[in-house]
């Protein structure tokens, strides 16, 4: 008995996720967005493809760190050579900086616009594009009317997209289909050497639809995100210095 | 069939000055230009022709004559300039048409009458409209320039329509002026009693060639179209060209739209079957007014699709004022490059040449503006701003690979931020840094990276960059300016974030 119960209460997870616009994972490109623990607190434990995250920055530099981890999973979406579209105010992301998240950067269109309206236009647009593998785009703020039609445009093309809002005046809801927020942590280095070692984040996942929030500290390590290894916490406090 | 139409303004420069200043409608005027120390003139109002005053003549003879004529200054090249305008407002009737200095404009009308309902209303409409503008015209369709000229000039009436085939005939009875030919030629044909053009037509070829010249058989040949006569179009025709003209005044949005999206039609139809596809489109309309209003599109790969075309037009027909109403829509494609197959969008994964991701970077453009699309390639320099070039095409692949084992930075800061620094000992990386205000304190650091400044390109002093974390975790690449001399106060700056 108990087992049928919970096929029913699956299936019927799996309908109302539908219902609320979220395609079922049926996506080849799903499956290559590997997120270490963090798939556990997706519903069916994948990565909702075709929906729209919303990531939040207070700093340039966690910003940064957020479009670290953004290109991390953008650069396993693009793996079949589909091409992705960036969204900013400015000329700021560096192409050579993608490389080392797996994206060929000339396969990146980047957009400049300087309003946030017609941003939010560009973004509609290119998300209605079929077999684009990702659009990411900074805004200052989201409401939830905008959100609500980046949902739309998604939910027909089955686009992924990522909204990067940098100056969040409330947190108020939007439609989006999770919320995260990505703060930098101490880089971890597999052989305690000194210097700069792997990008390493606090991984904050604070909303997602049909699933678990939670936090976790990641390591982008040999390509993929994986769990930060206690030892490196335990960091020494004094200034090594790596010549190179 | 080749159908030349000209038309002969008689008294082109006395109406001109009319037109520009219609104060003069009820004077008697005429217009003069000094000549070997007197004035002489050169255009006579309809009014004053009357009165015996003529072309040539001197203004002190014309004042005798009629005591309060009004002298007005010519001005050089105003026939030119007034048949360019008149030779512009003519295109709306065919793309192909040419000023004839001094008097005459010279239109190509082949396969344009039928859409006005045949030649005679064609020249009517025409002659009709110029009378509107205060220019009386003489009119001559025929099937070669030199036939249609001197059929303007020397008819007996001033619309001749002459049938295909027929020039020769008709030419028979006009004076030998018609052929164009050099003054001092006329004269010995005159000379000759050769007033006419029928009796030396059939002359042997080389008789007239021994007296009068090649001049005469070469005007001959041209009006009898056994030689090529090229016209000099004052715009060039654009080959790729879709023209619609309006019974009616068209003046509604919607109007607009269906005239464009039929000529679309037909323009796309026509590049599928050439296999071309359009990079640049103008849709222009003609006003009754004379404006012309222009709006235009370009497109990242070459497009047939007519929708999509639409739907670039559709964002820019709010610009196209329409005032007192349109009268011909022309939509021209001025730059048209071969299509690429339709194969390549099988794929389902997005590809840069997909069809699909240039048409959003039109639409984008369309609506945004051009230049916000950007497409970046690898470029050999040693600066990091200057190590990405922009691609100028979607297609174009990276000619050399992209560096891979440097540390560099998720967000690179267009112009470096300058920031206060605590650096223990030269070459070090800095213990401090202050950024905005804020303390930083570094707590892991890589470095330097020497990064010389490109002498070729421009002076200025080597970059040591220096990759450094602070106590936060946040990553930053540093730099500073020049080498570390003592007493001096060196440079540092921040040039972006690591991820």
Redesign the interface.
């Known amino acids: 008995m108990d087992g049928v119960q919970k096929d029913i209460v699956a299936r019927l997870q799996k309908d109302i996720l539908c219902l609320q616009g979220q395609r079922p994972a049926t996506n080849s490109l799903a499956g290559k967005v590997v997120l270490g623990p963090v798939l556990d607190a997706f519903p069916q434990k994948v990565f909702p493809t075709g929906a729209v995250h919303e990531y939040i920055s207070t700093s340039p530099a966690a910003t940064a760190a957020t479009s670290g981890f953004i290109a991390g999973i953008l650069g396993s979406l693009m793996q079949n050579g589909g091409s992705c579209v960036w969204i900013s105010p400015e000329k700021i992301i560096f192409p050579e900086g993608l490389r080392s998240f797996g994206i060929e950067p000339d396969r990146v269109l980047f957009i400049h616009l300087k309003k946030e309206r017609d941003i939010c236009w560009a973004m509609e647009a290119a998300l209605q594009v079929e077999g684009l593998a990702g659009v990411v785009s900074e805004l200052p703020d989201l409401n939830f009317t905008v959100s609500r039609r980046l949902q739309l445009a998604v939910e027909k093309s089955g686009v992924t997209g990522f909204v990067l809002r940098h100056q969040p005046s409330k947190l108020h809801p939007t439609a989006c289909v999770s919320r995260w927020q990505i703060s930098p942590f101490a880089s971890y280095h597999p052989d305690q050497m000194p210097g700069v070692g792997l990008a390493c984040w606090n991984v904050e996942l604070q909303k997602i639809r049909g699933g678990k929030p939670g936090s976790w500290r990641l390591v982008w390590m040999d390509g993929y995100f994986q769990v930060l290894p206690e030892v490196s916490l335990i960091s020494s406090q004094t200034l090594l210095r790596k010549i190179g | 069939m080749r159908r030349f139409m000209a038309i002969w303004f008689p008294h082109l420069l006395a109406e001109g000055m009319l037109r520009r200043r219609p104060h003069l409608k009820d004077t008697l005027f005429v217009v003069a230009t000094p000549d070997h120390g007197r004035m002489r003139v050169t255009a006579v109002c309809q009014a004053a022709q009357k009165q015996g005053i003529t072309m040539g003549m001197a203004v002190a003879d014309a004042r005798a004559l009629v005591a309060n004529i009004q002298v007005l200054d010519d001005e050089p090249q105003l026939s030119l300039q007034l048949l360019t305008g008149l030779g512009h407002w003519c295109i709306r009737y065919t793309p192909v048409a040419a000023t004839d200095v001094p008097d005459g404009l010279l239109l190509d009308i082949s396969g344009c009458a039928h859409l006005w309902g045949g030649e005679e209303n064609y020249v009517e409409d025409i002659q009709n409209r110029l009378k509107g503008f205060g220019y009386t015209t003489r009119i001559a369709i025929a099937g070669t320039v030199g036939a249609a000229w001197a059929l303007a000039r020397y008819g007996k009436s001033p619309v001749i329509l002459a049938p295909p085939g027929e020039e020769r005939a008709m030419l028979m009875s006009l004076p030998p002026a018609a052929l164009r030919l050099e003054t001092t030629v006329v004269e010995r044909l005159q000379k000759l009693g050769l007033y006419t053009i029928g009796p030396f037509m059939n002359m042997g070829r080389s008789i007239l060639r021994r007296r009068f010249g090649v001049g005469l058989l070469d005007r001959m040949d041209q009006a009898l179209g056994w030689k090529e006569e090229p016209l000099k179009p004052l715009r060039p025709v654009v080959p790729y060209q879709e023209r619609l003209p309006c019974l009616e005044p068209i003046v509604t949005r919607s109007g607009i739209e269906i005239a464009l999206q039929q000529l679309l039609n037909t323009l796309c139809e026509r590049l599928v079957k050439e296999g071309k596809g359009l990079r640049k489109a103008v849709f222009k309309a003609y006003r009754v007014d004379g404006e012309a209003q222009l709006v235009e599109i370009g497109t990242h790969l070459p497009s047939q699709q007519a929708t999509h075309l639409f739907k670039l037009f559709e964002l820019k027909i709010d610009q196209i004022a329409p005032a007192l109403g349109i009268e011909l829509f022309v939509l021209e494609a001025p730059s048209v490059e071969k299509a690429r197959s339709s194969q390549e969008a099988l794929w389902?994964?997005?590809?840069?040449n997909?069809t699909?991701?240039a048409?959003?970077?039109d639409?984008?453009t369309g609506?945004?503006g051009k230049g916000?699309?950007?497409?970046?390639?690898?470029d050999e320099h040693y600066w990091?701003e200057r190590?990405?070039r922009e691609?100028k095409e979607l297609s174009e692949?990276?000619t050399i690979t992209?560096?891979?084992d440097?540390?560099?930075?998720?967000?690179?800061?267009?112009v470096p931020e300058p920031v206060e620094v605590a650096a223990p000992i030269p070459d070090?990386?800095p213990?401090h840094f202050r950024h905005r205000g804020k303390l930083h304190t570094?707590?892991?650091?890589?470095?330097p990276?020497r990064i010389e400044s490109e002498w070729w390109i421009s002076d200025g002093k080597h970059r040591d960059y220096y990759?450094?974390?602070d106590e936060?975790?946040?990553?930053?690449w540093l730099f500073r300016l020049g080498h570390y001399t003592e007493g001096k106060p060196h440079q540092w700056f921040l040039h972006?974030?690591?991820?």
Not at chain 2, 472 to 476: A, F
Request: glycine share 4%.
């Open positions: 389902h994964n997005s590809t840069l997909d699909k991701l048409e959003l970077l639409q984008l609506k945004l916000i699309v950007h497409r970046y390639l690898p990091p190590s990405v691609a692949q990276p992209w560096p891979k440097r540390p560099r930075p998720m967000r690179l800061l267009p070090y990386p213990m570094v707590k892991k650091a890589d470095g990276e990759v450094v974390e936060k975790g946040e990553r930053y972006g974030f690591f991820a």
